[in-house]
């Protein structure tokens, strides 16, 4: 497993030693990746194929499943496996050992968001304007009231009893054991493309059109927006101790500050920018406080959460179509848009500097 000494101690080169990078062709253009709880991945390619591999033995690649067109989400189910939506309306759950089920089947709406509780007992895919709810092994549970317009992004809380959905003006709130009662709305106009909530359960915050995050404090039902991002903001992660929301969207990687009363009056920490590219994908370490960014020209660094270092992990040359660590957060996976996966093994690299050490700056 990887130490804390190991990736924080200090290590000046900019560069991965060799052989620390290993490439991994993937047969066609992802679109959607997600790596589960046991280093499996499941990337679902642009021809509407779901290739599935091992972090072990990344290249004996296993097509298991196909959608008439593009999948448009795929996520990964606590306890290991995944599920993929596309297109075509169908819903695939993947079993840790390949095995396929539809969980629902072809149709006229979009699987446009997924979501799995933390705890594994619930699933939740929306169709359109249709929010369904099953429980692990695909049993259908129930369906809430059409929401205002078509789901955009699904997130449970953290006991996994509420369901956040973002729409065209705002985010709703149901509970997952009473989908038909009367949900709370949190309303701020505007299309809403994707929600999170805070790993404490106090806060949620949605990705608007608007290239701007928009967060509500639940105590109080204060509301917050965040500005200053060059892009719609399409990836979010929190860190490991629940305290940072990392960000794509801006020329550096962003993280709010949600201790206390949240990001109020507070600036971002931010790390990476050099040319103005703009962060394609976030990805904070699952126990660390180290935040992974992949950036639109294929540049991929690493920053702390604590804004005292940063340091490049490897240029790419490709955009990147995904962002993960391994379970054990020693191993970080970028697939890009040529058809590439790149696995780093940093078990044994110290490649974030400590608070007080002069950042690793890219090589020129």
Known sequence: ?????????????????????????????????????????????????????????????????????????????????FLSGGEDGRAILVAPDGAVTDLVPPGRHWIGAAAASPDGKFIAIAAGKRLLLFDRGGKALGEAPPAPSTITGLVFNPKGKRIAASHYGGVTLRWAGGLAGSPLVLPWKGSHLGVTWSPDGRFVVSATQERELHGW??????????????????????????RWLACSGGAAATLWDFAGKGPWGRPPHQFGETDGTLVAGVAAHPRLPVIAAAFEDGRVTMGRSDNEGEAPVAELGQAPAGLAWSADGATLLCPTEDGTLSLFDLRELGTVPPPGAAASRRPR
């Open 1 to 81: 497993m990887l130490s804390e000494e190991a990736l924080l101690a200090g290590a000046q080169t900019p560069k991965l030693a060799a052989g620390r990078q290993r490439d991994i062709p993937l047969g066609s253009a992802p679109v959607a990746f997600a790596l589960d709880g046991g280093n499996r991945f499941l990337a679902a390619l642009d021809d509407g194929r779901l290739r599935c591999g091992t972090i072990a033995a990344p290249d004996e690649l296993q097509d298991v499943a196909s959608h008439d067109g593009l999948a448009l989400v795929v996520i990964a189910l606590p306890g290991g496996g």
């Open 217 to 242: 404090r639940l105590e109080d039902m204060q509301d917050l927006k965040m500005t200053g991002y060059g892009a719609k903001v399409r990836a979010l992660s929190w860190t490991a101790d629940g």
